[in-house]
């Protein structure tokens, strides 16, 4: 089975640090340092549900995929953003399911799930447990109990098309199962979000995630060619042909659905060749404004990079696209790192396009070590985050998106809601990591002493921003999906007519309301 993320931190309990020397000292000097002892693993509330329905389930998945104990538990209780690590390091785990259960196959999920709809029971479906957006959280109120379906067992590599160039996964792989399943044959995905090492293929698409390497290879829903789906009203195969005119584009139901309206049991997706070279670099830009022009640039001169990134003059200060060198000289005007990856004399010729126009637009290369450290240490942040909050420096991530001639507005706007919200000592960073050719996203990360109740200073926080967003026109998340957190917003950027359209896909997909409840539908 894959290795367990720490309960109440992120990632492997192994990589678990103290601050680095000098970041620490940067983090003393803005904030003040408040150690906080570390706290025991607390124990979830006791199970609700009888051993009859213990005893059903294990008829359809084996006794050994369904377990009560606090352990697992604990583990499959709620996601991995601040409020949801500072609830369970504050011992809340009202949340937790009361039991987790693992189905194997297409046929076993739906068994499941029609046995919640006879028990009453909620049912969320659970892949790598990242979600930052409340999206594990599901309304108990009314139901018998709450049930994990974890997809831990469903990580096989059912097809590959080497013609077509499609792959079929099933949901349980995390990222790097599936990109070793595909390596061995001489395949890649190419989806590497930050998440990458524990996230799932299942999440990727429920959650129309976004990788570091979506200039090159697309955003995940962009890659998807086809689904597998068991709902409470039967299964759907969905993608038969590359492209149609078939009526809507039901694969798009399910494409950022979170569980809501079904659960994927197989995804099939377009893959790539694996690149013979990978190479990244940086770049120096006077201005966050010069450098994301130079982004419009390359997106409408069909000229993108495997990997563009461009971090704002704050973050290029801290030096966050580099945590092991936070607080370093230099760090002046805005940094970007290209990336790109294939064989070597295609790289060559894109390398010396992208640098060509870069060049012309006034960018000062700044050679591979930059973009080789970004490359190196690109899964890290998270793990600084937990080492933050342990000397009560809250930090926490947000994202957008908006079209070009909307980016300024946009950026200065919830730069602002989260700078007044969140008062001093307080730091803004911001980067655009997904580009297109009519605009881009923007993500960003803050930094602020905890306050005496920091759930609810970072609730503040995130509704003065996310007000902002929806102010200006802008998407309430990009890539980290809604879950619980976004649905206030989400109703608000698609209307009510927008949302009677979900509330009916909902009502005749899952009538009796037991997939994932309270999650995404406003």
């Known amino acids: 089975m894959n290795a367990e993320m720490h309960p109440s931190r992120w990632g492997d309990p192994a990589r678990a640090a103290a601050l680095p020397e000098a970041t620490r000292g940067l983090v003393e000097m803005v904030f003040g340092l408040d150690d906080r002892p570390a706290v025991a693993e607390p124990k979830p509330p006791p199970s609700a549900l009888g051993r009859a329905v213990i005893d059903r389930l294990a008829a359809v998945v084996g006794a050994d995929d369904v377990r009560v104990d606090d352990e697992t538990r604990r583990l499959r209780t709620r996601g991995k953003s601040t409020p949801d690590l500072l609830r369970a390091r504050s011992g809340d785990l009202s949340d937790a399911p009361d039991v987790v259960v693992r189905p194997g196959t297409h046929d076993e999920v739906a068994a499941v799930l029609a046995l919640a709809v006879e028990e009453h029971l909620a049912v969320v479906p659970f892949g790598g447990g990242t979600s930052v957006?409340?999206?594990?959280?599901?309304?108990?109120?009314?139901?018998?109990?709450?049930?994990?379906?974890?997809?831990?067992?469903?990580?096989?590599?059912?097809?590959?098309?080497?013609?077509?160039?499609?792959a079929t996964l099933e949901p349980g792989l995390r990222g790097p199962e599936a990109e070793a399943l595909l390596a061995a044959e001489g395949l890649t995905l190419g989806h590497y979000p930050q998440?990458?090492?524990?996230?799932?293929?299942?999440?990727?698409?429920?959650?129309?995630?976004?990788?570091?390497?979506?200039?090159?290879?697309?955003?995940?829903?962009?890659?998807?060619?086809?689904?597998?789906?068991?709902?409470?009203?039967?299964?759907?195969?969905?993608?038969?042909?590359?492209a149609n005119a078939a009526g809507p584009d039901l694969r798009q139901l399910f494409l950022g659905s979170e569980g809501a309206f079904g659960v994927l049991t197989a995804v099939t997706v377009r893959v790539r060749r694996l690149p013979a070279q990978k190479t990244y670099e940086g770049w120096r830009w006077p201005s966050f404004a010069d450098g994301a022009a130079a982004m419009r640039t390359?997106?409408?001169?069909?000229?993108?990079?495997?990997?563009?990134?461009?971090?704002?003059?704050?973050?290029?200060?801290?030096?966050?696209?580099?945590?092991?060198?936070?607080?370093?000289?230099?760090?002046?005007?805005?940094?970007?790192?290209?990336?790109?990856?294939?064989?070597?004399?295609?790289?060559?010729?894109?390398?010396?396009?992208?640098?060509?126009?870069?060049?012309?637009?006034?960018?000062?290369?700044?050679?591979?070590?930059?973009?080789?450290?970004?490359?190196?240490?690109?899964?890290?942040?998270?793990?600084?985050?937990?080492?933050?909050?342990?000397?009560?420096?809250?930090?926490?991530?947000?994202e957008t998106a908006t079209f070009w001639s909307n980016l300024d507005r946009l950026y200065a706007d919830v730069k602002a809601a989260l700078t007044a919200s969140l008062g001093d000592p307080s730091i803004v960073l911001c980067h655009i990591s997904h580009v297109y050719e009519t605009g881009c996203s923007l993500y960003f990360t803050v930094a602020a002493k905890e306050s005496a109740d920091p759930l609810v200073q970072w609730d503040a926080a995130k509704r003065a921003a996310s007000d902002a967003m929806i102010a200006a026109g802008a998407t309430i998340t990009h890539h980290h999906a809604i879950g619980t957190d976004h649905k206030p917003w989400l109703a608000q950027e698609i209307g009510p007519l927008g949302v009677s359209v979900l509330r009916a896909v909902k009502a005749d997909l899952d009538p009796t309301g037991i997939l994932n409840p309270g999650v995404l539908i406003p």
């Open 133 to 166: 957006t409340g999206g594990l959280a599901a309304r108990r109120a009314g139901y018998a109990g709450v049930v994990s379906l974890d997809l831990v067992r469903m990580k096989r590599l059912l097809a590959v098309d080497h013609t077509s160039m499609t």
């Open 195 to 242: 998440s990458w090492e524990y996230a799932s293929i299942g999440g990727f698409a429920a959650t129309r995630s976004s990788g570091q390497s979506s200039a090159g290879y697309g955003r995940f829903d962009a890659l998807v060619v086809g689904l597998r789906v068991a709902t409470p009203r039967g299964s759907l195969e969905l993608g038969s042909a590359p």
């Open 298 to 398: 390359l997106a409408q001169s069909g000229l993108l990079p495997t990997v563009l990134r461009l971090s704002d003059e704050s973050e290029t200060a801290i030096n966050l696209a580099d945590p092991a060198a936070i607080g370093g000289d230099g760090a002046t005007g805005c940094v970007m790192i290209t990336g790109f990856e294939g064989e070597p004399d295609a790289v060559a010729a894109k390398r010396s396009a992208v640098s060509a126009v870069l060049t012309g637009l006034g960018g000062t290369p700044l050679g591979a070590d930059v973009g080789e450290k970004w490359a190196h240490g690109r899964f890290d942040a998270p793990y600084l985050r937990d080492a933050m909050l342990d000397v009560g420096v809250l930090v926490e991530t947000l």
